[in-house]
């Protein structure tokens, strides 16, 4: 069972640069969560879905876009990447509103 | 807006003492907060829960408790161990979608 995985583990990209962040989830997960994490900062919330085919935007969305075609999956895509979006990405999912999240490994990005 | 907050960022413990984590929320509407553990580059792993209909709970070796009179909430882990080394974040739900997380405490064992 390998709970939720997130791919690349690493990236670096050139400012004005795309690319795309999968996480996927083996438990049937109905809600799905990106969030970035900043040194010495909480968790904050970028964009989350509730279900197959829906996304909702959290804290702090801009620059990002996201999808969820398929329940397993929920995509965070960066169109233009800039310096400000260096971070540590961390997927999540659980199976309703309340309850125990569920994390992955984290991503961690750096934009030069 | 409403925030979760922690005392001290930083934790320092005797191996086999007692740790306690503190967490300070203002959302006085809140009723679910959640303790989670982020060691060194792992995501955060869940570690207890509390409903605000209680003033503790207990897991093993860890105890919640959750004041509500003045929205205090604090992580007591019994016999501190190495393995206890990371970051501990509290969080609490804000929607039935969200949860507002604080900004962590290290926890540092001393041998």
Known sequence: NAGVTQTPKF??????QSMTLLCAQDMNHEYMYWYRQDPGMGLRLIHYSVGEGTTA???VPDGYNVSRLKKQNFLLGLESAAPSQTSVYFCASRWDGG???FFGEGSRLTVL | GESVGLHLPTL????????IINCAYSNSASDYFIWYKQESGKGPQFIIDIR??????QGQRVTVLLNKTVKHLSLQIAATQPGDSAVYFCAEKWSNYQLIW???????IKP
């Open chain 2, 12 to 19: 320092s413990v005797q191996e086999g003492d007692n740790s």
């Open chain 2, 102 to 108: 604080g900004a962590g405490t290290k926890l540092i």
């Open chain 2, 52 to 57: 605000s209909n209680m003033d503790k709970r």
């Open chain 1, 99 to 101: 309850g125990e999240l």
């Open chain 1, 11 to 16: 990236r670096v990209l050139k400012t004005g």
């Open chain 1, 57 to 59: 935007k959290g804290e």
